[in-house]
């Protein structure tokens, strides 16, 4: 198999309005140190209540509480908020690109949010 084309798609996402923003907005909001360790809590935060969810369980709600704050916190910057949506943009068309690979192969992935 040649991979020119796969490498031709990496360069275009590379190149894609939704890398560059979001890139650029990461390097803006990573550059604080508090930002940047308040969003990593909100990220573990957010995987374990989904975790919980996924497997029936009831939310700790010790977590529930400080993964509220802490959205508030961070959705209260504006410069935050605009990197988070713009990460979930690129995501987004990744999740767009990867069904049509996977679509393209005949493989049945079974991978909810993709159908």
Known sequence: MEYSTAHRLAQEIRQSE?????HRLKDEVMSDE????LIKEYRKLQVSLQ????????????????????SA????????????????RLQ??????FKI??????????IPGLG
């Open 18 to 22: 939704e890398y560059q923003t979001y």
């Open 34 to 37: 508090t930002t940047a360790a």
């Open 51 to 70: 975790m919980a969810a996924v497997s029936g369980k009831t939310p700790d709600t010790d977590d529930m509480q400080r993964f509220q704050g802490i």
């Open 73 to 88: 916190l961070l959705f209260g910057k504006p410069e935050v908020s605009q990197y988070m949506l713009a990460e979930m």
């Open 92 to 97: 987004q068309t990744l999740a767009d690109i």
């Open 101 to 110: 690979v996977t679509e393209a192969s005949g493989l049945d992935m079974n």
